[in-house]
């Protein structure tokens, strides 16, 4: 009896503090509605994908097959992955893909690379034949669908009239699913289509490729996808994308980029050549090149920004990459995008010029100096051939930045900056890292205006092209760390940095989306979102766009608060990383409050909790019940976002 008084006591508590009016902390936060601060540019909920580890291939991009087009040459060794390790970034080994992905099946000695008028790249696989042994290639690790649908092709060309090759699908020795079987292969290379339904789940399945005859048979490629892909791109992948509901996407790189010719990117898909990755492990398949990208940004209705290669690439390249890309088709470079199947521009407003060009690291690194001097004859270059283009030049706090702006701010729209925060044990300072940093960059952009003559006038704002946090194991593949809670709570405080900086930040792109230091976490069944993409995904749907001024309080909470474009909704968002709850009071100067529109809450007390694809969500976006109008309390490690309806 007394245990029942007791619970029924507490939900009366409970209730009291969501329910009633009036004072009830020893802190206010005053709300001043008339003293507005810039609006916050919609482009700080960006995205950034990059060329690296699973983002794309193996994240985005639907491909099903390790190394199709045959990088590696495939030989009677059959050892694909190694391992790796980035002390830097605290992470332990991470297995990548060093060798052919693909196994001899058959007698040895049958298999050799030919360079003599290879399909793709620098060498094709011929293999010798036997009119009654089976010989081929297979690659295992695939994972099926139960119920599902499977689309492909392969490219063949045998030098007789009696090869014969068969498709199918194993789970170790068990033949599960006889593809197709493909006879009268001409010399000339020629693409199969097939399909194929799979009944079951199959999670170590393997596609084997064998062939009979008397002469040689070459495989110049082969291409599996499941059959609901869109455009070549994962499904479920793409809804997540969507619920992001990013408003821009940087891509192809980071470090990448500045060793990557965008031509490789353009062209019959399964003829671009692949390549070693210029900065990462692995291979660029070049599958997805600008056509593709600019596929995804359409069926994200998202804004492309595209960064050019100013480290290995040419003046006279990243021109005409900017004329394939928005230049009319009368143009040379307008001609051959629409040979490629693309009649008019793109119409691409945002370009990066480069990539962190003052590190060591990137490729084509030249001394400040110098570079100023590449990249103000680079935007010389891409100005000449699209005027109407918005210009982001490479910046680090620092020297870096303020000689770009004083002898380059002509040359820029907006100037770049990138931030990567660490693990920290204790909570706070964890999350607190990421917003002193937003901090500390807008601080030192606000010093160069006073001290650079003619700056403050020109506006060049910041765009965080590059923010996250980057620790811990690669447990999804290269650069694949797990967020934790506290991450989330981090990720959260940085916005508030942004819409306290609202009038010097104009884009931010959180890097990266998928995997790879993902918002988004994929496993080859499986799809979830980080801790930090709830974030990311919370905020932009829920938050205001004029922030407010306020003051009074003093207390441990991070607190910003907006209202809507229209002034019809208030925002107060509230980031407790504390082990205790806290509270205050708010009243608006100048304006009033008519009643509770609704409230949001993402809160796990654990701050080391994580979610992962395949199980039940441990931190996600709660709609909860909250009736007070003038108080507010905030549980332990928690994120709340308030909205209240205005006079």
């Known amino acids: 009896m007394k245990k029942i008084i007791f619970i029924v006591s507490t939900i009366s508590v409970l209730l009291s503090l969501n329910y009633c009016s009036g004072p009830k902390s020893d802190e206010t936060l005053n709300i001043k509605m008339s003293q507005t601060r810039e609006p916050v540019s919609p482009y700080i909920y960006g995205q950034f994908i990059e060329h690296l580890g699973r983002c794309i291939y193996g994240g985005i991009w639907a491909e099903m097959l390790e190394d199709r087009k045959f990088y590696y040459p495939v030989t009677d060794k059959y050892s694909p992955w190694g391992t790796q390790t980035d002390e830097f970034w605290n992470a332990g080994e991470f297995r990548i893909l060093t060798a052919s992905p693909w196994k001899r099946t058959g007698p040895e000695g049958k298999i050799r690379m030919t360079k003599i008028k290879p399909f793709t790249g620098q060498h094709t696989p011929e293999i010798s034949l036997s009119p009654s042994v089976p010989t081929g290639i297979s690659q295992e690790g695939l994972y099926l669908k139960k119920e599902m649908k499977y689309t492909g092709h392969i490219v063949l060309s045998s030098s007789g009239p009696g090869s014969k090759v068969k498709l199918g699908i194993y789970s170790g020795d068990i033949s599960e699913i006889d593809i197709i079987e493909i006879g009268d292969i001409p010399s000339d290379y020629k693409s199969y289509l097939f399909s194929f339904f799979s009944a ?47 408003p821009v996407y940087r891509w192809p790189g980071g470090n990448f980029v500045s060793g990557y010719n965008w031509r490789d990117g353009i062209g019959d898909r399964d003829r671009r050549p692949p390549r070693k990755n210029p900065a990462w492990t692995g291979i660029e398949h070049n599958d997805v090149g600008i056509h593709e990208f600019m596929d995804l940004c359409y069926l994200l209705d998202t804004e492309p920004y595209i960064a050019v290669n100013t480290g290995l690439g040419t003046v006279e390249e990243v021109a005409q990459q900017v004329e394939y890309i928005n230049g009319a088709v009368t143009t040379p470079m307008g001609k051959l995008r629409a040979g490629n199947g693309r009649n008019d521009p793109y119409g691409v407003k945002f370009w990066a010029v480069g990539n962190e060009m003052y590190g060591d690291w990137q490729l084509g690194h030249i001394p400040l100096s110098e570079y100023v001097k590449k990249h103000i004859s ?51 300072a964890h999350a607190a890292q990421i917003r002193d940093n937003i901090k500390r960059v807008a601080d030192e952009h606000r010093k160069y205006r006073h001290e650079i003559a003619g700056l403050n006038e020109k506006d060049i704002r910041i765009a965080m092209d590059e923010w996250n946090y980057w620790y811990g194991d690669y447990i999804y593949g290269e650069l694949g760390c797990r967020y934790h809670w506290k991450d ?21 792109n959180y890097a990266q989306t998928v995997n790879v230091i993902g918002a988004i976490k994929s496993t080859k069944k499986d799809v979830q979102f980080e801790t930090t993409g709830i974030i990311l995904k919370l905020y932009r749907e829920h938050f205001g766009q004029i922030p407010l001024e306020s003051d009074g309080y003093k207390g441990l909470l991070d607190i910003s608060v907006a209202t809507d474009s229209a002034k019809k909704l208030l925002t107060v968002a509230v980031i407790n990383t504390d082990s205790i709850s806290h509270d205050f009071n708010f009243k608006l100067i100048d304006g009033k409050v008519k009643g509770v529109d609704s409230c949001y809450e993402v809160t796990n007390p654990d701050p080391m909790s994580y979610n992962e694809p395949g199980q039940a969500r441990k931190v996600d976006i709660n709609k909860v019940e909250w009736k007070s109008t003038d108080y507010i309390a905030v549980k332990p490690m928690t994120v709340n976002l308030y909205k209240f309806r205005l006079n």
């Open 200 to 246: 079951k789940e199959l999670t170590d399945a393997t596609i084997i490729i064998t062939a009979t005859g008397t002469e040689t048979l070459r495989i110049g490629t082969i291409s599996l996808m499941p059959a609901d892909n869109i455009n070549g791109f994962n499904r479920e992948v793409l809804s997540y994308l969507k619920e992001l509901n990013s």
């Open 378 to 428: 680079m935007v010389e270059a891409m100005r000449k051939t699209d005027p109407s283009i918005k210009l982001v030049g490479v910046g680090a706090v620092g020297d870096w930045s303020k000689t770009m702006l004083a002898e380059g701010g002509d040359h820029m729209d907006l100037l770049s900056e990138h931030i990567y925060c660490q693990d920290l044990p204790d909570v706070k």
């Open 488 to 508: 989330g709570l981090g990720v959260a405080a940085g916005f508030h940095e942004y819409f306290r900086n609202s009038d010097i930040y104009y884009m931010a």
